[in-house]
């Protein structure tokens, strides 16, 4: 009987591993080790000559251990296995989703360049984009979601700087109002600045709808990022991040890892490991835990408005044809306008019992948290109320929690907010 091509989820527990060269233990051990010894010097050079890029691999050959700051098993057992999910050529694993993102940026911009990106994006990110590039002359220009193609196109040429668009910088779904940026669309942007001596690179960070409900890569994407510390870890227990994309591209992505130094240890591939073969069902149970929060939502007189995928309807024109033709799923992510403004949304936060107050998002367990004075109090004051990031804004990653306890919990810190009520109320005086 000819066996079929297994799903990701099937492959999660042993792809890439093979027990006979660990005991016959079922599951990868933690190769905590410094370096790896060699069966003679012929092998250490071979092996250099890889790593360091002196020659090309002859046919089968695969680049040796040589000492874990370049390779180690549990990592490379980890990068084949997350390459499943977006149907990746190769991916690279860093010690955070922001060592990721400024690995990328470094390594394919040069002084002079232009990078596009897409706002709101992280706040880590952001900051790293307008303060920490521009020391080594790398020029920056965003755009905002609802911009058409041919408006962003227009930024790029009153820019003065159109031949030198090296990188299109996409977060879709943004961080935090679950704004959706056409990555196709903005693929062909890149290409229409492309030329034989240079491909402008269109790179994606997907840490919002993790590899299960987007991928970026099928829509055209050079290169998709993941902070795996969020869905890929889930458990708040590990800080890691991801990059995945062609041989070519992440070949020198890792080089570059190399010199930088900020490759994962293997104890955080061992969890990440773990972690993976339970994604599929942590991811879906989230899924279903925030269509019902959001549906709840909605309907309470205390809240303004809600952003979540879920919700988004034909009416909604252009981010209901993102939404349909480039995700699988709404994912887990809420945000929403609690009505008031910073004091009602610390009311709220305050009052919370089962959902815990803390940044972060994708893990097992609900978080909440108030985007303009935490995760994005880096953002310049005023380009957050432009992208929406106002003080009555509250930011909800959902968990695997029972759905009703999470209800509940939402409804009754929703009591403890009285400004509503009170406008409500005709003035006597």
Excluded at 54 to 67: C, F, H, N, T, V
Excluded at 252 to 259: E, G, S
Excluded at 327 to 334: R, T, V
Aim: hydrophobic share 40%.
């Amino acid at each position: 009987m000819k066996k079929p091509p297994f799903s990701p989820e099937s492959l999660m527990m042993s792809y890439g591993y093979k027990p006979e060269l660990s005991e016959g233990a079922i599951k990868c051990p933690i190769f905590q080790t410094s370096t790896f010894v060699f069966k003679n010097a012929e092998e250490g050079k071979a092996f250099f000559e890889l790593a360091y890029g002196l020659r090309e691999a002859d046919k089968d050959e695969q680049p040796g251990l040589i000492y874990s700051r370049l390779n180690n098993p549990d990592l490379e057992i980890l990068e084949e296995r997350l390459s499943l999910w977006d149907g990746a050529e190769s991916c690279a694993v860093f010690e955070s989703g922001m060592s990721a993102i400024s690995s990328v940026l470094f390594e394919f911009l040069e002084p002079g360049d232009l990078l596009l990106y897409s706002n709101p994006v992280y706040g880590g990110t952001d900051h790293f984009i307008k303060h920490v590039l521009k020391k080594f002359g790398i020029h920056t220009l965003g755009f905002k979601p609802g911009q058409s193609v041919e408006e962003i196109r227009q930024l790029v040429e009153a820019s003065g700087m159109a031949d030198r668009l090296a990188m299109v910088y996409l977060e879709t779904p943004a961080n935090p109002t679950n704004a959706l940026i056409d990555i196709r669309a903005c693929k062909e942007l890149a290409n229409s600045y492309s030329n034989p001596k240079k491909q402008v690179l269109t790179a994606v960070d997907n840490t919002y709808l993790g590899p299960l409900w987007q991928h970026p890569l099928k829509q055209g994407a050079d290169l998709v990022l993941y902070s795996a510390t969020k869905y890929i870890g889930g458990h708040s227990d590990v800080i890691a991040g991801a990059c995945l994309g062609s041989k070519e591209l992440i070949t020198r992505l890792k080089t570059l890892r190399t010199f930088l130094g900020n490759m994962a240890g293997p104890w955080t591939g061992w969890l990440l490991l773990r972690s993976l073969e339970t994604l599929k069902v942590r991811m879906e149970q989230q899924a279903r835990n925030a269509q019902e929060l959001a549906d709840f939502l909605r309907d309470q007189e205390a809240v303004e408005k809600v952003y979540f995928l879920g919700h988004l309807k034909p009416e909604d024109g252009e981010q209901y044809r993102i939404f349909q033709n480039q995700c699988l799923s709404p994912g887990a992510m809420i945000a929403f306008l609690i009505k008031g403004g910073e004091k009602e949304a610390f009311a709220f936060l305050n009052h919370l019992k089962l959902f815990k107050l803390a940044v972060s998002l994708g893990s097992t367990e609900s978080l909440a948290q108030h985007p303009a004075s935490m995760t994005h109090a880096g953002v310049d004051p005023a380009e957050r109320m432009e992208f929406g990031i106002s003080d009555n804004l509250i930011r909800l990653s959902i968990g695997v929690e029972k759905a009703e306890d999470l209800i509940w919990d939402i409804r009754q810190a929703l009591s403890h907010v009285n400004s509503w009520k009170e406008e409500a109320v005709p003035s006597l005086v």
